[in-house]
C-alpha cells in the first residue's frame, strides 16, 4: 500500500505535468481561446500565483533579514556612542567637581595663616576598630606626627602616624581624640572628643553656661595640636542631668566624613 504522503507527492507531480501538457498545446494556439485554453488557464494561474507569491514572500524576508542585521548594527553603534558619551560626561562633571573642591581649598588656605600642605585621603582603616584614614602626604613632604588636618568644613582631625609617603590621620570623631574648644558665641569652654556616632561629646561645660542648640564650637588653641578659631562642629543636643556640676552637650561637626577627598594639614 501507498502512504498518504506518496499520494500526495505523486497527485502533485501528475497535476504539474498536466499542467506542463496544457501549457505546450495553448502556446501551438496562441490567437484562440478554446475549451483547452480556459482549461489551461484555470489549472496553470494558481500553480503560477503560488509560486510568484511564495518566491515574493522569500524574497521579502531575505530584505528584511538583512534591514534587520543593518538596524542591529546601527544600533550596536549608537548604544556604543551613547556609552563613550556617558563617559566624557562623567569625566567632565568629575573635573568640575575636583576644581569646585580645590577653590574651597584655596579659600581656607588664604584664611589660615599657617602653612598649609594639601593631601588626598588614599584609604581608610581597615580594621574598624579606629576611625582614622591614610593620606598620601608623609615625612618626604614635611608631616610629622600631631599636626593638624582640616578640610573646607572645619576640623578634621591630627596625625597620629607619619611615614615616607604617606601618614595616618585620626579624625575627631573618634573616642580617642578631644580637642579643647570655645563656644564661639559665649566663651565657654570644654573638650570635645570623639564618639562611636558621627557625633562628638562635649564634655565639662559647666550647668550654668549659656549654651544652645545652634551655637558654633571652635577649637581654643590650648591643646598644642590645633591653631585656635578652627571650626569644630555645631550643637546638636543639650540636656541637664539632675545632679552633677557638668551639661551633657553633643556636637555634629561641620565636616562629613564620609565623603573625605582633599584635606590640608597645617605643618606648623
Known sequence: MFSKRLVRILGVVLF????IVLLSIS??????????DRLVIAGVAPLQECVINTMRFCRNI????????????????IKGMIAKAEIEKSRYLESELACE????????????????LPAQVVGLDPSGWF??????????EGVSKG?????????????????????????????????????????????????TSEN?????????ADIKIGDIV??????????????????????VPPSGLFQEVRVRPFVDFTRLEELLVILE
Not at 27 to 36: C, S
Not at 101 to 116: A, D, G, P, T
Not at 200 to 208: G, Q
Request: charged share 25%; proline share 1%.
Open 16 to 19: 504539474v505535468l498536466i499542467n
Open 27 to 36: 502556446a501551438k494556439h496562441t490567437h484562440r481561446h478554446t475549451i483547452i
Open 62 to 77: 531575505w530584505r528584511h533579514y538583512f534591514y534587520l542585521v543593518e538596524a542591529r548594527e546601527e544600533c550596536d553603534r
Open 101 to 116: 573642591r580645590l577653590r574651597e581649598l584655596l579659600e581656607v588656605k588664604s584664611e589660615v595663616s599657617h602653612r598649609i
Open 131 to 140: 576611625k582614622t584614614v591614610i593620606i598620601n602626604k608623609g615625612t618626604k
Open 147 to 195: 599636626m593638624a588636618v582640616i578640610a573646607p568644613g572645619g576640623i578634621v582631625g591630627h596625625v597620629v602616624g607619619a611615614y615616607y609617603r604617606y601618614a595616618k590621620v585620626l579624625l575627631i570623631i573618634d573616642r580617642n581624640s578631644a580637642i579643647d574648644a570655645l563656644v564661639q558665641r559665649t566663651r565657654s569652654r570644654g573638650i570635645v572628643e570623639g564618639d
Open 200 to 208: 562628638c561629646r562635649f564634655k565639662y561645660i559647666a550647668r550654668k
Open 218 to 239: 571652635i577649637s581654643s588653641g590650648l591643646d598644642g595640636l590645633f591653631p585656635k578659631g578652627l571650626r569644630v562642629g555645631a550643637i546638636s543636643e543639650i540636656s
